[in-house]
């Protein structure tokens, strides 16, 4: 509901399940009883097995007094990216990996198949405007999506661009995309290497050429074309230093007006405010162009504010309507001067309320669609109506209002999926949505609002049978006794006591749902005979504002709490064993792995945290990491200082633990959730590894946090995530 969630640390793009795409392996049979790697040092004593040797890291004597609490930082020298320290520690480590890597036997079968099953094609939701569609389309094993347009539903696609002829290795992708109110025009972001630092340009559509319109320092903002089609509103930073680009803090976004046609020295400022460092702005027009509008974010906190400009007077100021950051504010669109928002006030799982800019008091707000038993994860103004999009039990339920707020019907899913979608223009008779769940890729559909009726728009064709697999849902019980769901994807019979091998992902942070979604890496290892359990941790938003609040800042355990509960579940029950449990999760997702990890290295087969924010006394000094204090509070804060500490990953490892096999990955341009995270993290483990067993650290080059990562990326960490997987839990392909 709030576009400030682009700011979130777990790329929301890439929250769902590992990489985010899909695959599948050559199908092998799990033994009864395999080979297993024990991580206990009271069942295996150290002296007893060969101990792996990874590369040593120099430690200095570095301590800084926090609250009164000496802090040890040895390997603060790995913040520097690009010294030559850091850099021959790269490579080094680098070169542990990939030799440790390259001698699992089942890394080249693993890669053959994903690289199979990723053949498919993949499509985007269109957006319509001026009568004409624009979607994207991967026909396959392509790195980047093309942009292709239709100039009528039963037309030809045209394409548009193709981001894969801008860089020889696919490091080049689209962010984002705007079309113009009239069709003819397309504003587009540009990232390199995985930077959140996008540039923007104009193409012409109806030519297929750029104009000579580029825009520079725009990070964690869209496109919003004005009415006339004219030019539109941006958001972009001041330019950084030389040599901070990477690192350095982004403070006052400004919103800037710029012209089609005109360099950038030529953009009129729209709004600022420089008296509040810390605010971002995301700008919308209103589908009657009469209206600027502006969500107003601080960092990632889900309050947010609002405010607005009347584009029909050139004079009229920027109106502060919602300033107080009291609740979620998320704006579905206009009738007029009547504005309707999705909103949590007074409503911790969402509803939709109705003000009008005329009569803006607080006492004139009218309720338009009451909160639910099930949470509102987001809604549109459509047709003549609504669509909310709510979430029952972290699925998808859809349902369609009328615009009084009452009723009209629900859209009809085939069971445990997610729906993403119902985007449009007020009045517009048509929408389009998209629908995926664990076993099944994104299908596209056209919903006609009027009659109700689906019908697919674009559908994938498949290397595999979908219907050799199913998905259950269990609800376990956390330390505190609260009741959290689980889902569990394997081959369709799985037995729930078979102690199979167990892929256990979750993400638990920033009001982010994780709900089923498809990823081929997941789908590889269910072919194989493993099992993939998602657990929806507090932090997310699956349940409503009071399940976020429940697992972030002081109470952010709680989510750590939930995921070896969900770890013992899958135990106790017989599913899996310790010895037979991977962990994963990516950014916040991440830190939730390197946080259990060091809690509970008993409980873990192996461990595989992405791209995580594992120094949380450091977080808010590097980019956008000081707008997660009002997920993960502020190591400024004595309070809060004391609970980040006593979880803090790279804080907690202890000398002489036995931790089981663990693979960090990260890259080196990842401006979101800096690598220096995962450099000192690995340092650290290794120093305190008291096993035998491997810590290794993949280093990506020419890459971020993951948005954008070309195909051919994307495969490759899978291989080696499955591949090191297989390997730390004595699976079939394992080296002998």
């Known amino acids: 509901m709030n576009p400030s969630k682009v700011l979130a640390s777990c790329c929301l793009a890439l929250a769902l399940l590992g990489s985010g795409c899909t695959c599948d392996p050559h199908a092998v049979t799990v033994p009864a009883t395999r080979p297993t790697i024990s991580h206990s040092p009271a069942a295996a004593p150290a002296a007893a097995v060969a101990r792996f040797v990874g ?3 120099r430690r ?31 490579a080094a480590e680098n070169q542990v990996t990939y030799s440790y890597l390259e001698k699992i036997p089942a890394r080249a079968e693993i890669k053959k198949r994903l690289t199979e099953l990723w053949d498919y094609a993949k499509f985007g939701i269109p957006e319509k405007q001026g009568g004409r569609y624009f979607f994207t389309a991967n026909d396959g094993l392509r790195n980047q999506a093309p942009v292709y347009v239709l100039d009528s539903l039963d037309g030809e696609p045209r394409l548009l661009l193709d981001p894969n002829t801008l860089s020889a290795d696919g490091t080049v992708a689209l962010a984002d995309a705007s079309y113009s109110r009239d069709g003819k025009r397309m504003a587009y972001g540009l990232s390199a290497a995985g930077s959140d630092w996008e540039i923007w340009k104009v193409r012409d559509v109806d030519t297929g050429k750029d104009l000579s319109d580029e825009l520079r320092w725009v990070k964690f903002s869209g496109a919003a074309w004005t009415a006339d089609s004219a030019g ?15 690192e350095d803090a982004n403070y006052f976004q400004k919103v800037y007006y710029h012209r089609v046609g005109t360099p950038q020295s030529a953009d009129r400022l729209a709004f600022d405010r420089p008296d509040q460092k810390d605010l971002g702005f995301y700008p919308l027009v209103t589908d009657d162009g009469r209206y600027l509008v502006l969500s107003i974010s601080r960092g990632t906190e889900v309050k947010n504010g609002f405010y607005y400009q009347d584009l029909s007077d050139p004079a009229s100021p920027v109106v502060r309507l919602l300033d107080t950051f009291d609740a979620e504010y998320g704006f579905l669109g206009n009738d007029g001067p009547v504005f309707w928002f999705a909103t949590t006030l007074d409503a911790p799982r969402a509803r939709v309320i109705a003000i009008d800019v005329r009569h803006p008091e607080r006492a004139s707000w009218k309720e338009v669609i009451p909160e639910r038993a099930d949470t509102l994860q987001t809604a549109h103004a459509l047709g003549n109506g609504f669509v909310g999009t709510y979430l029952h039990d972290a699925a998808s339920r859809i349902e369609v ?9 629900t859209v009809a899913l085939p069971g445990l999926a997610t729906v993403d979608g119902f985007r449009g223009m007020v009045g517009d ?25 689906s019908t697919v728009f674009r559908e994938p064709k498949l290397g595999f049978d979908p219907e050799a697999y199913e998905t259950r849902q269990v609800f376990y019980t956390s ?6 769901p689980m889902f569990l994807s394997g081959k369709k019979g799985w037995s729930e006591r078979g102690k199979l091998p167990v892929l256990l992902y979750a993400y638990g942070g920033f009001n982010v749902s ?6 081929v890496r997941n789908l590889v290892w269910m072919e194989r005979g493993g099992l993939l359990a998602v657990a929806t941790l507090r932090g997310g938003g699956e349940y409503g504002e009071a399940w976020h609040l429940a697992g972030s800042k002081l109470k952010k355990q709680n989510g750590f709490d939930d995921f070896i509960g969900a770890a013992e579940y899958l135990v106790k029950e017989g599913i899996t064993t310790s010895s037979q449990l991977v962990i994963n999760g990516r950014s916040n997702g991440g830190l939730l792995i390197g946080a259990v990890l060091t809690q509970r290295p008993d409980l873990f087969g192996a461990a595989l945290p992405g791209v995580g924010v594992m120094d949380m006394l450091r977080f808010h000094k590097f980019t956008i990491g000081w707008g997660w204090t009002s997920d993960y509070g502020s190591p400024d804060d004595p309070a809060e200082f004391k609970a980040l500490y006593a979880y803090s990953p790279y804080h907690n490892t202890k000398p002489g633990t036995a931790y089981p096999p663990t693979l960090i990955t990260t890259a080196d341009h990842d401006d979101r959730v800096v690598p220096a995270h995962s450099f000192k993290f690995a340092a650290a483990l290794q120093h305190a590894q008291g096993g035998p067993a491997p810590i290794l650290i993949r280093i ?28 730390a839990l004595g699976l079939p392909g394992a080296a002998k």
Not at 66 to 82: C, I, K, N, S, T
Not at 232 to 246: N, S, V, W
Not at 429 to 445: D, G, I, K
Not at 514 to 519: A, E
Request: proline residues 7%.
């Open 479 to 484: 330390k505190d006794g609260t009741r959290v």
């Open 429 to 453: 008779p048509e929408t389009f949505y998209s629908m995926v769940s664990y076993n099944r890729p994104s299908t596209v559909f056209r919903y006609d609002l009027e009659t109700g009726a």
């Open 60 to 90: 200095e004597d570095r301590v800084e007094v926090q609250h009164g609490v000496p802090v040890a930082d040895p390997y603060r020298w790995l913040e520097d990216p690009d010294s030559a320290e850091t850099t021959a520690w790269v």
């Open 232 to 246: 539109f509103y941006y958001c972009r930073y001041d330019e950084p230093k030389a040599g901070g680009e990477l």
């Open 514 to 519: 994780i709900t089923p979604g498809f990823n």
């Open 401 to 409: 209002f009328d615009r009084e707020g009452k009723s009209v019907r």
């Open 55 to 57: 590369p040593e890291t």
């Open 700 to 727: 990506e080059t020419k890459a971020g946090h993951g948005g954008g990562k070309p195909t051919a990326k994307q495969i490759e960490e899978a291989t080696d995530e499955l591949a090191f997987t297989i390997q």
